[in-house]
């Protein structure tokens, strides 16, 4: 017995091939207008160069787009979205064939037949089955067990009915299936059992009572329903939050390459002091890619999950930016209605504000986190350029700023004073490298290094490290400037070009062989931010060289059996990847018990951001991040902290103190740990 | 509403090791930084606010050389219209009389509703600038003022007393208003919004444009004299406490409860 297919039942007397073809035109034509229209406003936008390293962008995409390489970073939600993924992708010939089966009802998809076809027949139904299970699962863990990722936070609309719509029309596709396949089977067409087709049989299981005409019916309907929840489906993808099913791979295709480095004020423009407008203050200056990060985000909220800001109460929450963007998008460039006029608002510190802006710290938790590289920091430094031109800057950094651009450094200090911490060295004489002098390792301090009373006594330890390994070194003194990090960070690009330039022209006039810095910040901008490229290594590589090559030795007991713990600076580890050297040398420690917090590589938590950011006072944060920080130490029994970033060091330090846990946890920088065991 | 600004170009002192003068009547100013009178930039703002509310212009004016064109041309970047530098070698040694003299006899030429300028200037700390200019163009004067509403034809300022006390004056136009730190909060003046108006030509005015005698201004037409400058000497009963933070503190809480600071 078997069932007569839908291709050869008229559907209110129009033949069932015409019907199939004018639902597929349809729904191919709708979804072609409002996808034209989505793509209509990336080329409207600003332009972004992503099409360099395609060797490279290709292996992104295998590897975290098809290969979904960042979803396991949360397990259970990884897993459920790995297998959600690999049914989409298996079932979509599933999905062309059912489309092709109304035309024709013995369509196969070329090379899907004999065992090839028999084959994939069988493992179809299986991801039928495990698909409908992981929605299952996935609509019960949202409804019941209610993550708080998902929540959203501000005057956001809200998304979440967004969630079930889409698992509930997934769940529906696979029951149309198991009822198009299971009828065929209650009727008897296949005798090859449950075990090969478990969702066919499970939806014979449910029909197995009802007569051959109701039988035949529900193979119809059953197909049908199939072919427009599917159409409906994909129509539904660009107008929804869901739009991630079809722009997630692209997304991480034309992810941004250069890590750690901030994008100019505008791509193809030589002279953006000459521009009308500087940064991001309307919705259209962002870039196309920026867009395309507003259409791609899937709402999963990891990204605030893991925002520093957002965990201490900041007006931050990444995801929120990506949300409202994208509400704004679908609001002024609807896809039945014409363009709507911008407000007379602009869209930065309306739809984004001002305190939301001001919050990041730039740390990259959020875009480390991100399964599909949404970028964040680019777009806050846009919309900071942008406030920064309308004179608006958080009152506690303006002073910073200020003396900087006076100065060359956030302390005030006059800068023929930049070299004064070399007296307090005993024995060692540094070497203020005058133009046109030579050495083999230039030593940048930065002005912390320079001025902090407290960060000084890591200047001092690296000199000594420096001098005892033999190797020539020498610093930049009076014509060292701040190094600009956080300048470039916080919007004010004219500065951050004014002590670039001072610092390139003080390099270029001196030779060398390396620049070192144990100040990740100084490190970061001047490898990735500096137009014109030298040399840098960070204190923590050249310490495990040191170690490597026996120039210097460890000897002593400091730590005297203490528990040590490393965090990971956010501008040494995420934005630059510098994770293993630190931990080799406190490998080299005598008697080091190491032992990571929760929080380490990859996912360290910000300590509240270094340069000027040590000046910064946010009004709404209900805890410090470093407080927050050094309770994840104590969680483990720390009771040293050892970093490799000055700042982290000082926010640390304070945070140690408020917390309550002085005397009981020693914070250190890892160059001054050395120090101590210099043998 | 048209309003001038007046400001002063001050040395930097904070961070500064000052040292005094080989004549005896001035600190050394080789070596320091120069920044605009950080109460004249409160003043600036706020002209710049009024004018976004009400219309009008600002105009920004300093006494002084051609090192004060850059603080002048971020008088500009921060919302003035125009800026004039006065400036003649006569000018020289002015004290706080003689540059009211100078800003009255500028003033006197130009039309204006009011004039804004700090209170107070961070080098000499006078205090004396505001109310003398308002005798020498005959308008009334208000100082400390931390808030200014513009009435037609009038203002109505609030001044700052001690003791948390606040005053509010009905003030006719023109005036003069001298205003405190906190009457606002200025903005920022990125690099860029300084080149943004640096095509604006800033005109120095001389003595003889403005029709002075040189027996009124400078040194010459300088009401004090300054005899001496001197670093204060040490005092009787200063202690500098020695020794460990922990140390230091319970030296310090020792003291406060001899002295019977703390109960």
Request: charge should be negative; include cysteine; glycine fraction near 10%.
């Amino acid at each position: 017995m078997t069932l007569l297919e839908p291709a050869d039942v008229p559907l209110a007397g129009i033949s069932a091939p015409i019907v199939a073809a004018a639902v597929l035109l349809a729904a191919i034509a709708i979804f072609s207008y409002v996808m034209l229209r989505r793509i209509q406003l990336l080329r409207a936008v600003l332009p972004d160069p992503r099409f360099s390293e395609i060797g490279r962008r290709i292996w992104l995409a295998i590897v975290y787009g098809f290969g979904q390489a960042r979803q396991p970073r949360y397990l259970g939600a990884g897993i459920m979205h790995i297998l959600l993924f690999a049914g989409f992708v298996i079932l979509s010939l599933r999905s062309l064939t059912l489309i092709g089966r109304g035309f024709s009802s013995g369509f196969h998809l070329p090379l899907m037949t004999g065992s090839v076809g028999f084959a994939y027949e069988v493992l179809k139904d299986y991801v039928v089955l495990m698909v409908l299970v992981v929605c299952i699962v996935a609509m019960v863990r949202r409804a019941v067990f209610k993550p708080a990722r998902y929540q959203h936070t501000g005057t956001s609309k809200g998304h979440g009915a967004e969630a079930y719509v889409i698992l509930g029309m997934v769940s529906a596709l696979m029951i149309t299936d198991m009822i198009y396949d299971g009828s065929a089977l209650a009727v008897g067409g296949h005798t090859s059992g449950a075990a090969l087709f478990p969702a066919a049989s499970l939806g014979a299981a449910f029909m197995g009572a009802a007569s051959q005409s109701t039988l035949s019916v529900l193979h119809v309907a059953g197909y049908w329903a199939h072919i427009l929840v599917f159409f409906t489906l994909l129509n539904y993808l660009p107008i929804s939050k869901h739009f991630h099913v079809i722009t997630a791979i692209p997304n991480v295709f034309f992810a941004k390459l250069n890590k750690g480095g901030i994008k100019p004020v505008r791509w193809g423009v030589d002279d953006w002091m000459e521009l009308e407008e500087c940064g991001v203050g309307r919705f259209e200056q962002f870039t196309w890619k920026h867009v395309l990060d507003f259409y791609s985000c899937a709402d999963c909220g990891r990204c605030s999950d893991n925002c520093p800001a957002a965990t201490v109460g900041r007006a931050l929450s990444p995801r929120m930016i990506s949300i409202k963007a994208r509400d704004y998008v679908y609001e002024h460039y609807p896809v039945f209605s014409a363009n709507k006029d911008p407000d007379d608002k602009p869209f930065t510190g309306n739809i984004v504000t001002e305190q939301e802006i001001w919050a990041c710290t730039t740390c990259g938790a959020c875009e480390q986190e991100c399964p599909i590289f949404i970028e964040y920091i680019d777009k806050i430094v846009d919309m900071r350029r942008y406030l920064v031109e309308q004179g608006e800057m958080p009152v506690s950094l303006q002073k910073p700023l200020q003396q900087i651009k006076k100065k060359g450094n956030a302390y005030g200090a006059t800068k023929t004073k930049r070299a004064e911490w070399t007296k307090a060295l005993e024995g060692i004489q540094v070497k203020e490298l005058q133009p046109g002098d030579a050495t083999d390792t230039l030593f940048f301090v930065d002005s912390c290094g320079s001025f902090d009373p407290r960060i000084q006594e890591i200047s001092k330890s690296f000199a000594r490290i420096l001098h005892r390994s033999g190797v020539e070194f020498g610093i930049l003194g009076k014509d060292e400037t701040d190094s600009g990090n956080e300048i470039r960070r916080l919007g004010e690009e004219g500065l951050f070009e004014q002590v670039s330039s001072k610092n390139i022209e003080a390099f270029q006039a001196r030779e060398f062989r390396e620049i070192v810095a144990f100040d990740p910040h100084a490190f970061n901008v001047i490898r990735n931010d500096y137009p014109v490229k030298f040399p840098v290594t960070h204190a923590s590589q050249m310490l495990a060289r040191f170690l490597e090559q026996g120039r210097i030795t460890l000897k002593g007991n400091y730590l005297a059996g203490r528990l040590v713990t490393y965090h990971d600076p956010c501008y040494l580890g995420r934005h630059n990847g510098v994770y293993n050297e630190p931990r080799a040398v406190l490998g080299r420690i005598p008697g080091m018990h190491l032992r990571e917090m929760h929080r380490s590589f990859t996912r360290s938590f910000c300590c509240s951001g270094g340069g000027p950011l040590l000046w910064y006072e946010n009004e709404e944060e209900k805890e410090r991040m470093g407080e927050r920080r050094v309770k994840m130490a104590a969680e483990i029994g720390a009771q040293v902290i050892v970093t490799a970033c000055p700042f982290c060091l000082i926010n640390l330090e304070d945070a140690v103190k408020t917390t309550g846990n002085e005397g009981k946890i020693e914070v250190i920088d890892l160059v001054e740990l050395v120090d101590r065991y210099l043998a | 509403m048209d309003i001038i600004v007046c400001v002063k170009r001050v040395p930097d002192t904070s961070e500064a090791d000052l040292a005094i003068d080989k004549g005896g009547k001035d600190i050394q100013k080789g070596g320091l930084d120069y920044d605009i009178n950080d109460w004249d930039r409160f003043a600036i703002e706020e002209a710049v606010l009024i004018k976004e509310k009400t219309g009008g212009k600002v105009t920004v004016v300093t006494v002084g050389d051609e090192d004060a064109e850059e603080m002048l041309r971020e008088g500009l970047a921060r919302g003035a219209d125009e800026a004039f530098l006065l400036w003649d070698e006569s000018f020289e040694g002015s004290d706080g009389y003689a540059t009211a003299h100078i800003l009255a006899a500028f003033l006197k030429q130009r039309s204006y509703d009011l004039v804004l300028t700090g209170t107070l200037a961070d080098d000499d700390c006078g205090g004396q600038f505001g109310g003398m200019l308002a005798a020498m163009l005959g308008v009334p004067v208000a100082t400390l003022v931390h808030k200014i509403e513009v009435k037609n034809g009038s203002i109505t300022v609030r001044r700052e007393l001690e003791a948390g006390l606040s005053e509010r004056l009905d003030i006719d136009l023109p005036a003069v208003v001298s205003v405190a730190t906190g009457i606002n909060e200025p903005r920022f003046v990125s690099i860029r919004a300084v080149r943004k108006v640096a095509s604006i030509e800033i005109p120095t005015v001389d003595r003889g444009e403005l029709g002075l005698d040189e027996a009124d201004v400078g040194s010459a037409g300088a009401k004090v004299e300054i005899e001496k400058v001197f670093l204060p000497p040490e005092g009787e009963g200063a202690e500098i406490i020695a020794g460990s933070p922990a140390d230091a503190a319970a030296r310090l809480a020792e003291i406060l409860k001899e002295k019977g600071g703390i109960a």
